[in-house]
């Protein structure tokens, strides 16, 4: 799936998500998420870790900035330019 609605979803609700990086756009977006984090270690330990720091309660997450790109009329107007300039 190249752009998750699971990661969508997650996103505009401010709740943590830690991925593995691979490709696709759902990763790219991951990357400037505040409220995402890469893991690159197969260490249950430090994955375990990772997922602790996240369910503390002061963590203030915000993706507000991420969020706004897909917001369905900014992708509508960026289809419509893609038409337009085609046509």
């Known amino acids: 799936e190249g752009m998750s609605?699971?990661?969508l979803e997650?996103?505009?609700l401010n709740k943590p998500?830690?991925?593995f990086n691979n490709t696709g756009a759902s990763t790219d977006l991951l990357k400037k998420s505040k409220s995402a984090y890469l893991i690159n270690s197969n260490d249950p330990l430090f994955i375990s870790k990772k997922i602790k720091?996240?369910?503390l309660p002061d963590k203030?997450?915000?993706n507000v900035?991420?969020?706004k790109k897909f917001r369905l009329s900014?992708?509508?107007k960026k289809y419509e330019k893609i038409l337009d300039?085609?046509?």
């Open 10 to 12: 997650t996103l505009s």
């Open 65 to 67: 900035s991420i969020l």
């Open 53 to 55: 720091y996240y369910k």
């Open 74 to 76: 900014h992708v509508v």
């Open 85 to 87: 300039d085609i046509l």
């Open 17 to 19: 998500i830690i991925f």
């Open 60 to 62: 203030k997450l915000s």
């Open 5 to 7: 609605n699971t990661v």
